[in-house]
C-alpha cells in the first residue's frame, strides 16, 4: 500500500501545482508563517478543481484557544465550505492551562460529522501539556486523523513521543509532519510506517514531486496489505 502524500498550500496556483505534482490531499489554509489560518475560499475553490482531496483549516487566531465564543464563530465557515464540497476540516482547541478543549471541540466535530466530513485535529497536540492524556481524549471524541510532529518542532525529534500518542488512540490515523522533506522521508516512515505524511513542500512543485515519487516507490506495508 502507497503512503499517501498531504501537501499543505495557501495560494491557487500552488494548489493546481501541487495536484499537478501527484500530491494525494491539500490542506488548504491562509497564513503558513502563523502556523495556517482559515482560507479565503477562492483557494478553496481552486483546490477543489481537482481530483485530488481537500481539507480546510478553521482557524481564526494564532494561539490555539477557542476564544469567547466556544468555536460557534467558526461554524459559518465550516457551513460554507461543507456547501463547497470539501471532504474534511482540520481544527483543534486546548485551554489556557494547554489541555485539550474537549466541548470546544466536539461542538465544532459534530458540525464537521453532520455533513459526513472528516474531522482532524491539528499540530494544536505538540504544544498540549500532557500529550498523551490528550491523544487518548482525541480518541474518545472520535476524530479521524491527527497531525503531529510528536510534541516535537520537527517529526524526527518527535519519532518516540508520536509512537507514544499513537498507542494511546490506535484507532484514529495519525499523520506525521514537521519538517518533512524528500531527504528525511524514508526514515520517517521506516520509523512510523505512516499511511499518510503531511508536508509543505516549501511551495516547491519540484519538492512534491520527489516526495510523491518516494512515496510511490517506498513499498513498506504490502506485507501487511
Request: net charge negative; with cysteine; hydrophobic share 45%.
Amino acid at each position: 500500500m502507497k503512503t499517501r502524500v498531504e501537501i499543505c498550500v495557501e495560494t491557487s496556483s500552488f494548489a493546481q501545482a501541487a495536484v499537478l505534482a501527484g500530491a494525494d490531499r491539500l490542506e488548504v489554509c491562509d497564513r503558513l508563517d502563523l502556523d495556517g489560518l482559515t482560507p479565503q475560499k477562492s483557494v478553496v475553490e481552486a483546490a477543489l478543481d481537482s481530483d485530488a482531496s481537500v481539507v480546510v483549516m478553521l482557524r481564526n487566531r494564532t494561539d490555539f484557544l477557542v476564544g469567547p465564543n466556544g468555536g460557534q464563530a467558526l461554524l459559518a465557515g465550516l457551513d460554507d465550505f461543507a456547501k463547497l464540497g470539501v471532504d474534511g476540516v482540520v481544527f483543534g482547541f486546548l485551554d489556557e492551562r494547554g489541555c485539550l478543549d474537549v466541548e470546544s471541540n466536539r461542538c465544532i466535530l459534530e458540525a464537521a460529522k453532520s455533513y459526513g466530513l472528516e474531522a482532524v485535529f491539528h499540530r494544536a497536540i505538540d504544544v498540549a501539556a500532557n500529550g498523551l492524556q490528550a491523544a487518548a481524549q482525541l480518541g474518545e471524541l472520535g476524530f479521524d486523523r491527527v497531525l503531529s510532529a510528536g510534541g516535537a518542532s520537527s517529526i524526527e525529534a518527535g519519532f518516540e513521543q508520536f509512537l507514544q500518542m499513537r498507542s494511546q488512540a490506535p484507532g484514529l490515523n495519525w499523520m506525521p509532519g514537521g519538517g518533512i522533506r524528500a531527504d528525511n522521508l524514508e526514515r520517517v516512515i521506516e520509523a512510523l510506517r505512516p499511511t499518510d505524511i503531511h508536508a509543505s513542500a516549501d511551495g516547491d512543485p519540484d519538492e512534491v514531486e520527489r516526495l510523491v515519487g518516494l512515496c510511490r516507490s517506498l513499498r513498506r506495508f504490502d506485507k501487511d496489505s
